[in-house]
């Protein structure tokens, strides 16, 4: 079944059919709150959920291509987040895109976080208590829902992949990006600036440990995020330039990578290295 509705979608987005440009507006996108109470509740998109702890910290996770809610990115976060802070977590499934051709996940980004924004304002959560984090194009997606909302405290982006839509500093007070695949024409992640500290560990590719391909140097940066949560602070040297970044020679001041803090102070050059190790907590 799933499949036949992936190639319809597929067919008609691929032949510009109107009915597709309403298809594509997110109305396939799927929300599930984690709390301390509620374990997956999936919510509704026109009304508000009483389930949703007010006064704290609503922590949103978007996946990647190929991804869906339930690949590790989304319960290995969850859990983490949960056994340290009481939040909310709302995980945001848009498998039905993400499946599809990466061109074709890439042209459903704009809709799909547009859709996200209209999501958490008609939730009624208060913008200044948000924590949006993407993985892959689910960076970009939750750049879009930022820009659109207004008033984000943070997003962060994990190893952000190449798309036409980007993340941007501007979607939200305080923009993290992790970078851990970016070297190689073969690579999937992005080797440009986008937030107000970008962080390189390892200089920003070939991760400790990872011997199988980019895809486990990609996959490192939402790990390094699980393990900022309670096992590893991170701290980051900032770099004066992008060269000293890649020669290991950044000498500035510390800044934790990840975690869940809303705000951070990063130094002017907004580049950081920090070096791990091969395993987990790394």
């Not at 704290?56 to 190929?66: D, K, L």
């Not at 190449?162 to 992005?190: M, P």
Request: include cysteine; charge should be neutral.
């Amino acid at each position: 079944m799933l499949k036949s509705v992936l190639l319809l979608l597929g067919l008609a987005v691929a032949k510009g059919n109107p009915d597709a440009e309403l298809q594509r507006n997110g109305e396939f996108n799927r929300y599930y709150l984690y709390n301390r109470q509620i374990l997956g509740e999936q919510l509704g998109f026109n009304t508000t959920s009483v389930n949703i702890i007010v006064g704290v910290t609503t922590v949103v996770i978007v996946h990647g291509h190929q991804g869906t809610y339930l690949t590790s990115l989304n319960p290995d976060l969850r859990r983490e987040l949960l056994k340290t802070e009481n939040v909310n977590v709302i995980a945001v499934d848009w498998s039905i895109y993400a499946a599809m051709s990466y061109s074709l996940a890439e042209n459903a980004v704009l809709s799909i976080g547009e859709h996200l924004a209209t999501f958490l304002a008609n939730q009624e959560i208060y913008p200044a208590t948000l924590h949006l984090i993407g993985f892959n194009l689910g960076a970009h997606i939750v750049g879009v829902a930022g820009r659109r909302l207004g008033g984000v405290a943070r997003i962060t982006g994990l190893d952000p992949s190449r798309s036409t839509i980007r993340l941007a500093r501007t979607d939200a007070y305080y923009v993290e990006v992790i970078h851990t695949d970016v070297s190689g024409i073969s690579s999937n992640g992005l080797d440009v600036q986008l937030g107000h500290a970008d962080f390189y560990p390892n200089g920003g590719s070939y991760q400790p440990g990872c011997w199988g391909g980019h895809d486990c140097s990609h996959n490192r940066a939402w790990m390094y995020l699980v393990a900022s949560f309670r096992d590893n602070t991170f701290n980051a040297n900032c770099c004066n330039t992008m060269l000293q970044k890649n020669w290991n020679t950044c000498r500035g001041t510390f800044l934790s990578m990840g975690n869940n803090v809303l705000m951070k102070f990063p130094c002017p050059s907004g580049i950081y290295r920090v070096n791990t190790r091969s395993s987990y907590p790394f």
